[in-house]
């Protein structure tokens, strides 16, 4: 059983979207300027950094952005890949408007440190190189299709003797992240009647926009049931209220995680910094991977003591763990 989804205007939605890229210097960031290229990697990480361009011919893209009408969809995806990764997890992440791979930077280069494979797509008419526009949100409906798509080539590409990414990762022990509208296309992918893609083993949402739901798929209730979830949010988002994310938590069954994170806006715990890491990013990198861990490799403990740590600061934390 869902919970009903609030519906705002269009006006509401932009105004939030503009504030998400536009806003940098909003609480919890210190000021710190927003930094979209890739950041040089330490020469002890070793991480290997790869791109790729691939294209879905049986969809199109639609006349919603000039010059971008196509009879296909493509999309850029930048890997991030542990030197000597093997059947290890992959987790797939999805950028909000006017994002790109590169934002996740940091975020990426500290999961494949951890021995995780990250894959970050641009989408068509969302990504960075588009810009700001209406397009972006008319062609949401579209976006969880496109995390499909790249779902089964990773998974191509991973049983291709000729493929660099051979026997690199696992896609049986595939994660997705989605960042506001990226959250709201993976909300779209795991728990929607129009859209749903079992293939994730666990889900990871950020700074959820839910209106997005409504107003994209038409649809008013999530799906109670789905992959265990992770929601995180800012508790001094401008533009997209963390209690949105509070009340999906409430709307999904568990397994189900809510933190709330203090002194942080819509963007902060994810985007790359220009200098060091702040106290939300670094709080964001550490949840994902216990939460990863305990669904890959069923360690407990290491989530749940930093469940408990936070409960006991200011941070807002819920969770139910079967």
């Known amino acids: 059983m869902g919970a009903p989804i609030c519906r705002c205007a269009w006006l509401v939605i ?5 504030l998400w890229s536009c806003d940098p210097k909003s609480p919890g960031t210190l000021g710190d300027a927003v930094n979209t290229d890739v950041p040089d990697l330490p020469a002890s990480a070793e991480i290997i950094l790869q791109e790729f361009t691939v294209t879905d011919s ?12 196509a009879d296909s969809r493509t999309f850029r995806v930048v890997m991030w890949l542990p030197p000597s990764s093997s059947n290890t997890p992959i987790m797939v992440l999805a950028h909000g408007v006017d994002g790109s791979p590169e934002w996740f930077g940091y975020f990426a280069q500290e999961m494949a440190s951890r021995g995780i494979v990250v894959a970050a797509v641009a989408f068509p008419l969302s990504n960075a190189q588009v810009g ?11 976006q969880p299709g496109d995390l499909s798509f790249v779902f089964s080539w990773l998974e191509d590409e991973a049983q291709n003797p000729e493929s660099s990414l051979f026997e690199r990762y696992d896609t049986n022990q595939l994660i997705v992240l989605g960042h506001s509208m990226g ?6 992918l795991t728990r929607s009647i129009c859209c749903t893609d079992t293939t994730p083993i666990a889900s990871i949402l950020i700074s959820t926009p839910t209106y997005l739901m409504d107003i994209a798929f038409n649809e008013t209730e999530v799906l109670a049931d789905g992959p265990p979830t992770l929601l995180i949010h800012g508790l001094s988002d401008p533009g997209i209220p963390s ?14 995680i809510f933190v709330g994170l203090p ?3 819509h963007t902060s715990m994810m985007v790359s910094p220009a200098d060091e890491p702040t106290t939300s990013q670094l709080v964001t990198v550490d949840l994902v991977d216990a939460f990863i861990q ?14 408990t740590e936070l409960q006991g600061s200011d941070y807002t934390v819920e969770y139910e763990l079967p």
């Open 14 to 18: 932009l105004l939030s979207l503009v």
């Open 58 to 69: 049986t969809r199109s893209t639609p006349p919603i952005v000039v010059d971008m009408a």
């Open 132 to 142: 700001l526009s209406i397009g972006a949100l008319g062609d949401l409906e579209n």
């Open 183 to 188: 959250a709201a296309t993976v909300l779209a």
């Open 243 to 256: 209690s949105l994310s509070s009340d999906l938590y409430q709307a999904i069954s568990p397994p189900r």
């Open 263 to 265: 002194d942080t806006d």
């Open 294 to 307: 305990r669904q890959v490799h069923g360690v407990e403990s290491s989530l749940q003591e930093l469940l």
